[in-house]
C-alpha cells in the first residue's frame, strides 16, 4: 500500500504464506494499492525519486518472499498526472522483466472518463491488463442495482480488447453483492451493504425471502420490506458466474 508521496510503502507480505501457495502450485501476485488518500499522488508519481524508491521496494521484497509477480491496483489515477503514472508502469516494467517477475495492472471497465488509464500504452509494457467487471452499481450511485450484470461483463471485456491483445486481458468476476435498502418516504439515494456470497444467500434466508431468476441482469433478483425499508439484491452464485465465465470463454480472455 502506497503510504506517502515519497514512495514509501506499507509491506503486509508473509513469507510462510508465499511457501504454502507455492507448495500447493499457486503463484503469487501480491497487490499495490493506492487507497491511502492523504497521499499527493501527482507529486508522487511527477518525482523521479519516488518512482525509484517504489520500484526498488518492490523488486527488492520480490526477491525476498519469492513472488511471481506485481499487480498494480492503482484506481486514483486523474488526467493531470497521469502521463507520469505510465512513466512509473513503464520504469517498472523493465526492472519486472530483468527479474522475471510478471506484472499485470487492474482497470476499470474503459469509459471516455477513465481513458487517461491509457490501455494502448499500458499493453506495451504490462503482461496482463485486467478488468475489473464490477462496480456497475456501488455505495454512492444514485440508485440500486446489480454490482455485475451479464451486459455489463460483456461490453467490458469487448473494450479492453479492443484496446489490448485479447490473450493478455484478464476478466475480474466478483464473489460478492451488493444489499441496498430504499426508503420512498425519506427519500435521497438508496444505500448498500457488500457481502460476499454465503453471506448474501444466509440474509435472504432469515427474512423467508426466494430470489428470482432476471434476464436482463443474467442473475437471482430478490426484495423485501422491513422496518419501513424496502431491500433489494442482485444475487452471485454459480449460474450466474457460470454466464459471466460463459461470456469470458467467447471471447477468449
Known sequence: SIASENGSMSNYSSASWVNA???RGLQVWPLVDDFNKSVDFK???????ARKTMIDTLIKDARAYGYDGINLDLENVKSDYAKDFLQFVRELSVECHKNNIILSTDNYKPEAY?????LKEQSDYVDYAIVMAYDEHY???EESG?????EFVKNGVASMVASVPKERVV??????????????????????????????????KSHDTTAKWDDTT??????????GYTYKIWLEEETSLGKKMDEVAKQKV
Open 21 to 23: 501457495m507455492h507448495n
Open 43 to 49: 507529486a508522487l508519481y511527477s518525482s523521479r525519486t
Open 114 to 118: 477513465n481513458s487517461c488509464y491509457n
Open 139 to 141: 455505495q454512492g450511485s
Open 146 to 150: 446489480s454490482v455485475s450484470s451479464l
Open 171 to 204: 476478466a475480474a468476476l466478483p464473489f460478492y453483492t451488493r444489499l441496498w435498502k430504499e426508503s420512498k418516504s425519506k427519500g435521497g439515494k438508496p444505500t448498500s451493504q457488500a457481502y460476499g456470497m454465503s453471506a448474501a444467500e444466509t440474509i435472504l
Open 218 to 227: 443474467g442473475q437471482y433478483f430478490a426484495q423485501y420490506k422491513d422496518g
